[in-house]
Nanobody
């Protein structure tokens, strides 16, 4: 199984930037895709971005052109660079990993608050 720990959340003004990190440990060799999700109060959890083992990335419509997902294999860390932040980006952001057996692992979440 994989253990995931997010960091980097905080309070930022609209238009600002934050970079979230997700550090992985455990059976990381079996990870097929790493994802970032978010959940705002009263809303369903939504997929923000994901990066596949081969490097392909894709993004939710609301963050395209503003967010970038990347990884550093040596550091076993996935990043989410968030630029041009908006108040509607306020949410708890979760890191998620899916292995080749379709088992999911989740981090504990990190709060991002964007003030308008």
């Amino acid at each position: 199984q994989v253990q995931l720990v997010e960091s980097g959340g905080g309070l930022v003004q609209a238009g600002g930037s934050l970079r979230l990190s997700c550090a992985a440990s455990g059976s990381i060799f079996s990870i097929n895709v790493m994802c970032w999700y978010r959940q705002a109060p009263g809303k369903q959890r939504e997929l923000v971005a994901r990066i596949f083992h081969a490097g392909r990335t894709d993004y939710g419509e609301s963050v395209k052109g503003r967010f970038t997902v990347s990884r550093d294999n040596a550091k076993k860390t996935v990043y989410l660079q968030m630029n041009s932040l908006k108040a509607e980006d306020t949410a708890i952001y979760y890191c998620n990993g899916i292995d080749v057996f379709n088992r999911e692992s989740w981090g504990q979440g990190t709060q991002v608050t964007v003030s308008s």
